[in-house]
């Protein structure tokens, strides 16, 4: 039984009443297709918190789209505004925000986001990530002649990097979005100094 679910419960929406409080801005890393923007939102709402999107903050700001963004400014434009965009967000009430796949590789980003909130890898296997993200049409990084094999070398690469997030959640393709974010709010509890249940 995990520790935020009432035992008399009837369902699953019965745990969203229960009083949370986050102390700390959870900020979800992980390659993408990981689930962080749905997973996100789901734990924005159960926790009755705010949910940023570091991706869709700036797409917002440009009002053009990631891969466009990417064809006329570059990568490391967008990397920059990404950056700023992600400390800005970090400054507000705490919430759950959403990182772009390649956010947290910049030390920059990693020091922000642990001097203000928490990172939470949501952490999948490659054969789920390609899963999900085989079909789609805006992931610029993989606009390639093999995508397959950039999602390998991306995720290659990148690992090391996601591990230095302080808590690791794994995905489990056969959950839905409500059981991985029960596994991330179990996550959460274990850690009195970002999420607590209120008396």
């Known amino acids: ?16 009443v229960l009083p949370f409080k986050l102390k700390k801005t959870v900020a979800l890393v992980g390659m993408m297709g990981s689930g962080k923007s749905a997973i ?3 734990l ?3 926790l009755d918190v705010p949910f940023l999107d570091s991706d ?5 700001a440009a009002n053009m789209s990631i891969a466009e963004i990417f064809a006329r400014d570059g990568e490391s434009f967008f990397r ?15 919430g759950i925000l959403s990182t772009g796949g390649g956010a947290y590789l910049k ?31 805006t992931r610029p990084l993989l606009m390639t002649d093999n995508p397959r094999r950039t999602l390998e070398e991306l995720y290659a690469a990148r690992v090391p990097e996601y591990a230095k997030a302080e808590i690791a959640v794994d995905a489990d393709p056969g959950f839905s979005i409500e059981e991985m974010t029960d596994r991330v709010v179990e996550a959460l509890l274990s850690r009195p100094d970002i999420l607590e249940v209120q008396p």
Request: glycine share 4%.
């Open 1 to 16: 039984m995990t520790p935020f679910r009432a035992s008399n419960r009837k369902d699953k929406r019965d745990a969203a």
């Open 80 to 94: 920059r505004k990404e950056t700023q965009v992600i400390q800005r967000l970090l400054k507000g009430t705490p």
């Open 40 to 42: 996100g939102q789901a």
């Open 107 to 137: 030390e920059r980003n990693r020091e922000a986001i642990a001097a203000r909130g928490v990172a939470v890898w949501l952490r999948a296997d490659i054969d789920l990530l390609w899963n999900r993200v085989r079909h789609k049409t």
């Open 56 to 60: 869709a903050e700036i797409v917002a």
């Open 44 to 46: 924005a709402r159960r």
